[in-house]
Structure formats: structure tokens, C-alpha cells
């Protein structure tokens, strides 16, 4: 009607949506950054007359989308800024030119993900039929797992209105300032329900024991999460079979079944199974199991460590002689120089990339349960030492989108903490878990793994290099303040609900401790594809590359530049398609000139930062992390055997829980290449940087999918 204010717009679908003025104030915000204008004050204004004029022109009619958008360009030239509008003309290009993209390989987003988001959400998130027609939007998904997430609250209080705190973690999610890990994404307010990423489960020292762990294992795998073992238990190679009078074959060939059985399982239908794989460094069939992934054939669903002690270390340092113990009859079957054995296992982490460590006394001691026993396995990535039986969900922090006008917005960041452990723990409580001794296990310590990502970009947005102190201040700074806050939210929740079941006799059990509903509150996990979906680094990862080429589908590649780099490239005059080229080219900013030298300290990648940074950072974060840290400290091709020596010695120096390493090339299958020859010789030499379509950083050799 003739007289009324315009409050409503049509968007290109033709669907009607509240006409939003600050959606308008942003746009504008970012064309004057884009042009070297940091003014919210000048987007304030040009906003208000841009509504002003719309206001006059649609006074009781619904304008669309792109008569919002020809006002804003006419706006900006008429008041003086014309290259604010060429800059707006050129981000509207861009948006329809990913939407023309988007639409081509069959991609509806409703939500302005990332191109790469919008296709890793068809492959692996969105609900499908049985003939595989999508169901739902992105926003359909985040409000699916918004809504049978918030219901839970009725267990607790029948009385509550549970939309006020739907509309919130649906805020959250879509926003991109938390996401949960992907099965609750996958699987959340559907049939099958299962919500947990993470599991351990026990192998014990009989035929049957160990195909019940192989059938809950395949259980585990189908519903959407990752296994992890420790084989420690089972007699070596060579022992005798009493029931027999045969010969046993040992941890490791038990492992090739686990392996083949998972090869054959697909998760839920979306993704293959990931496993750990654990044997303490006192096992007799040591060796063998060091050496197991040598042909990077074997084992190739595996992630495999070595558990080893304190009292190994001091052996290791003191060249002395450790015993091999034949688990079956607890007596000594041997022994080995322990620096010999922590050679063999350094040299087979240069060669391979595996297998990495686990520092069992380190996690032990801060184990919030020792009453129900020791941690012995974790997570197929590591972050999560679990007692036998346990599963854990998990949920990360985008930590970018905490740090605005470069500082950290500490306001936004504690709601966040306090809805993300609300919801985590909600998760506990709607998990339907695939096996009764999981559940019991799960519910009986209600531990959840809220993490971080996002983290390299947040030190970008503050100006700060990754490889620097105040880089290693500012991890500690943001994890102190999630620690805390998750705290005082379980403590809340205690408060409401009820302390963990297994809360006596617990490390929490203790006069002036404080009653909490959740055994372990923080983790660190590697993020993988919700980063991607965040459109933020992963974990607490340096940036891998800061252009390159992303193989997004068969045939099909894309170009991507870190949007923080595109922005400051723009900012100070040096951006242009034949540099980005360039950086794309040699997978770095050292030695390009025209870069200021400011810009290239802070944009470091991977292969900028010297390996005792990583280790230190994921020691900064393990200080305020009651889980684990996982990080694969990346090294150069042309690194040592002495660099892979000295990260393993600094990680156990430094309290760190576990450690992985990963020398460039030296699997011959990657998900990352640096321009140039690829490891594997029969490929073709690229010449850019180029990246799986899962990418997100972190590990090379794709062995981290979560």
C-alpha cells in the first residue's frame, strides 16, 4: 500500500525476506576497506542514503535485490566515490559469478557460503532422498540440528520454551562463529541420530574379544564416526595359543583386519573410516609395528603412534636398555636400547609421516577419572585421549569472526563459549550411540571437545605472525579465557542438571573444586571440512598457502585467494591477477618484492615458520586444553632426520600430549602440492599451488578427515 515504509525485499528466488539496513551499511563497509577507506563512520552515512533513496522510489512496493544494489552504485558515484563503486561493482560480479557457478554443478545456498563450502555441503551434509535429490537448503541443515539440539531442554524443564535457544544456535551456526563436528551435522534430528566423531574401543587378548572389536568398530563406522585402539594388549608374534597349541600372529596382523574391514564400510554412506592405532614402546613386536606402513600400502585406514613413557624418555636420553614385556604373561620377552628404538621411530616418521608419538604419563596425569582407569588410546587425529568405551562430540570456534577492528571482541566470544557448551552438552544427552557400553561410558562422563579454528586467520585480522611471542601470548590469552568460561558454563549446568554420573572419586571431587556436568570441556581437533564451511584456516594450523588452485570436482578448478590477503592486496595498491599468480606459483610471499615487507612477516604459511613454532604453539594451547592438541607440525622436503629428533624431544619437553610430523613428499599421494614436480613422479608438474578439494590445512597426506 501507497504510504507504508518499504520493509520487505524479493530476493532472486523470488522468496520475500525483511528488508535488513545494516546488510546494506556492511556491503558498503567492505567496498571502502576494499578501496583503502576503513570508515564506519562514512558507511553509516552512505547506508542511511541509500535507505533514504529506496524509501522514496518503493514507498509501499517491495523493491528486489538488484534495485537495492543499482542504488548503492549510484549512490557511491553521486557522493564522491567512485572507486568505492567500481570496488562494490566488482564484489556483485563476483557473488553472481559464484552463484552462475554454484547453480552449474548443481548447488543451492541459501546462506552466501563459499563456492567450495556449498559443494562440500552437497557431498557430505545435506540431507538426500534415496535416488540422492538434495532435501534441504544449508540454512535447512544448521536449523535441523538447531532444533533437535535445542529440544533437549524439555528433559530437563518441561516448561521451557526451547525456540529462544533454537534461534540461537541456529545464530551461531550460520553465522559460521561455531560449528559441531560432522556427524552431528550429517546425522542430527534424523533416523539414525548418531552425533559422536570420536570413539575408543577396547581390544583384548582373544579371538573373541577381538572380532567384538572389529564388529563394533564396523558399527561405529557406518553411523559416522572414527575408531581408535590400542593393541598393546595382544600376546606377540611368535607366542603360543594354549586353546591351540598354535602360534600366535601378533598386534599387527590383527590390525590388516581391521583395516580391510573399514576399507569396505563407508560411513554413513558419505565418507570411508579412520582409526588409531596404538602399541606401547614396550611391546615386543615393536618394531614390526613401526615399520608397518613402510610401503604406504599397509594399514592405509590407519593413523599409527607409539605410546610411550616418561621412564622411555630417560632410557632414550641415557641410552639404556628398556624391557620388552609379553603382555600374556607379563614377563620380560627382551629388551632394546631405547635411543636405538627412538631412532628407528624418527627415521620412519622422516620417511613416512608415521607413526607419531603419544606421551601416556603426560595424559595421565590429567586424567579426570583415574578411578575408572588409564588412558591408553586416543582419537583417530589425537586430540582426545578416551578410556576404553568412550565417545566424545566435539565442536569448534571460529575464532575469526571473534576479532573485529583488530581486536579480539572478548564479549562475543564468551556468549559463544557458553552456547557452544550448552549445546555440546545437549548433544551428549540426544545422542542415540550405537552400542550400550558406549552409552554408558559416554553418558557416564559426559565429556564434550570444544575447539578453535580459525585461529591463523584471527592473528592476520590482529596483525601478529604466527611464528612470533606474541603469537604464543595470544593463543594462551584466548585459551585461558575459553577455559574459563566453559568452565563457569558446565559449572551452570551442574548447577541445572546435575554434576557427570562418574563425578565421585574424580580429580573434581575435592573440597573447593568445582561440580561440573562435564568430565572435559576443551580439544583441539583438526576441523578439516567445517572449516571449510567457516571459510576460515583450520585448527590452530598456520595458513597453508595464501593463493592457489583448489581441484574442486573432476576436470573442474578454481582459483582461491586467502579473502585477508585479497583485502590487504587491495588496500595498499599491490593487488593485481598476475601477482596472486605469482604467489599461487611458489606457494609463498619470501622474495616477492612487490609485496611490502610489513604485509609478508604477517602473512607466513607453512613453509615460512621453522618447526619449533609449531611445537611451542601447540604447547601454548595444551596449557589450557584438558584434552588434547591436534597439530601436524609440517616440515620442508629438505628437512632432517635431526629436525623430526629434536620436534619429538621439544613436544615431550614442552607438556605437549602427543606429536605428528609430516616431511613435504614424503608420502607419494597428497591432498597438497607446492607448484612444481608432485611427489609422485608419473604425475604432471603443476604450475601452481594445488590443493584436494577438502583441503583446509593441516595435514598433507589427508589422514586427518575430521
Request: charged share 25%.
Amino acid at each position: 500500500m501507497k504510504g507504508t515504509k518499504v520493509t520487505q525485499i524479493r530476493k532472486r528466488d523470488g522468496s520475500i525476506v525483511p528488508f535488513k539496513h545494516k546488510k546494506i551499511k556492511d556491503a558498503i563497509y567492505k567496498a571502502l576497506v576494499a578501496t583503502g577507506t576503513d570508515s564506519k563512520e562514512a558507511a553509516a552515512e552512505l547506508g542511511r542514503r541509500v535507505v533514504q533513496t529506496v524509501k522514496a522510489r518503493f514507498t509501499g512496493e517491495i523493491p528486489a535485490v538488484e534495485d537495492i544494489q543499482d542504488i548503492v552504485e549510484e549512490v557511491l558515484m553521486s557522493q564522491g566515490y567512485p572507486a568505492v563503486a567500481k570496488a562494490y561493482i566488482l564484489y556483485r560480479k563476483q557473488r553472481t559469478d559464484a552463484r552462475e557457478f554454484k547453480k552449474r554443478i548443481g548447488v543451492s545456498d541459501d546462506l552466501k557460503l563459499s563456492v567450495n563450502a556449498a559443494k562440500v555441503l552437497e557431498n557430505r551434509y545435506l540431507l538426500k532422498d534415496e535416488s540422492g535429490r538434495i532435501l534441504e537448503t544449508p540454512s535447512q541443515l544448521f536449523r535441523r540440528v538447531a532444533r533437535a539440539t535445542a529440544s533437549v531442554e524439555k528433559k530437563f524443564d518441561s516448561e521451557t520454551d526451547v525456540k529462544i535457544l533454537e534461534e540461537d544456535f541456529y545464530q551461531i551456526m550460520s553465522d559460521l562463529e561455531f560449528l559441531p563436528n560432522s556427524p552431528t551435522l550429517m546425522n542430527a534430528g534424523t533416523r539414525l541420530g548418531q552425533l559422536s566423531a570420536c570413539f575408543v574401543l577396547p581390544v583384548e587378548d582373544s579371538i573373541i574379544d577381538i572380532f567384538e572389536a572389529l564388529k563394533d568398530m564396523a558399527l561405529i563406522h557406518q553411523s559416522g564416526g572414527g575408531t581408535g585402539f590400542s593393541f598393546s594388549h595382544l600376546r606377540p608374534k611368535g607366542d603360543v595359543v594354549r586353546s591351540t597349541k598354535g602360534i600366535a600372529s601378533g598386534p599387527v596382523s590383527f590390525m590388516r583386519i581391521f583395516d580391510t574391514a573399514t576399507e569396505v564400510i563407508k560411513q554413513g554412506g558419505r565418507r570411508r573410516g579412520a582409526n588409531m592405532g596404538i602399541l606401547r614402546s614396550q611391546h615386543p613386536d615393536i618394531m614390526q609395528f613401526i615399520f608397518s606402513k613402510s610401503d604406504e600400502m599397509s594399514l592405509s585406514n590407519f593413523n599409527i603412534s607409539v605410546a610411550v613413557t616418561d621412564q622411555f624418555m630417560e632410557a632414550v636420553s641415557e641410552g639404556k636398555k628398556q624391557p620388552l614385556i609379553n603382555p600374556r604373561t607379563g614377563k620380560e620377552a627382551g629388551s632394546v636400547r631405547g635411543d636405538e628404538l627412538f631412532d628407528a621411530i624418527v627415521n620412519q616418521a622422516w620417511r613416512t609421516g608415521e607413526p607419531g608419538i603419544i606421551f601416556l604419563d603426560q595424559m595421565n596425569r590429567h586424567n579426570p577419572t583415574p578411578q575408572l582407569g588409564a588412558f591408553e588410546a586416543t582419537n583417530p587425529c589425537g586430540e582426545l585421549p578416551l578410556l576404553p568405551w568412550e565417545s566424545c562430540n566435539l565442536g569448534s570456534i571460529n575464532l575469526s569472526r571473534m576479532v573485529s577492528d583488530g581486536k579480539i571482541d572478548w564479549k562475543k566470544l564468551a556468549r559463544v563459549v557458553k552456547l557452544a557448551v550448552r549445546f555440546l552438552d545437549n548433544i551428549v544427552e540426544a545422542n542415540k550411540l550405537p552400542i550400550p557400553a558406549v552409552e554408558k561410558a559416554t553418558r557416564g562422563n559426559r565429556k564434550i571437545g570444544l575447539g578453535v579454528m580459525g585461529f591463523a586467520d584471527a592473528l592476520i585480522k590482529l596483525g601478529i605472525p604466527y611464528d612470533s611471542e606474541k603469537a604464543l601470548e595470544t593463543a594462551e590469552s584466548f585459551m585461558a579465557f575459553i577455559y574459563s568460561k566453559a568452565r563457569r558454563a558446565s559449572k551452570q549446568l551442574a548447577a541445572e542438571r546435575g554434576t557427570f554420573p562418574n563425578f565421585s572419586g574424580s580429580i573434581y571431587d575435592k573440597r573447593g573444586k568445582p561440580k561440573l556436568r562435564n568430565a572435559t570441556l576443551l580439544s583441539i581437533a583438526p576441523t578439516g571440512t567445517i572449516s571449510i564451511l567457516a571459510d576460515c584456516s583450520s585448527g590452530i594450523e598456520p595458513t597453508f598457502a595464501l593463493t592457489f588452485v583448489r581441484n574442486v570436482m573432476e576436470g573442474m578448478q578454481l582459483l582461491e585467494i586467502n579473502p585477508l590477503f585479497e583485502r590487504v592486496a587491495h588496500e595498499r595498491g599491490f593487488f593485481s591477477k598476475e601477482l596472486m599468480e605469482k604467489v599461487a606459483s611458489q606457494g609463498t610471499l619470501k622474495g616477492i618484492s612487490e609485496i611490502p615487507e610489513d604485509v609478508r612477516r604477517v602473512f607466513v604459511t607453512d613453509w615460512d615458520i621453522d618447526p619449533q613454532w609449531h611445537i611451542r604453539m601447540q604447547a601454548s594451547f595444551q596449557k589450557y586444553v584438558d584434552n588434547s592438541v591436534s597439530k601436524t607440525i609440517n616440515l620442508p622436503a629438505k628437512a632432517t632426520v635431526e629436525d623430526v629428533r629434536k620436534a619429538y624431544l621439544l613436544a615431550h619437553k614442552l607438556g605437549c600430549k602427543g606429536i605428528t610430523v609430516y616431511r613435504y613428499g614424503s608420502k607419494k599421494q597428497q591432498v597438497f602440492y607446492i607448484a612444481g614436480r608432485p611427489p609422485d613422479e608419473a604425475a604432471e608438474p603443476s604450475h601452481y599451488t594445488t590443493v584436494h578439494s577438502e583441503y583446509a590445512g593441516g595435514c598433507f597426506h589427508g589422514s586427518c578427515p575430521y
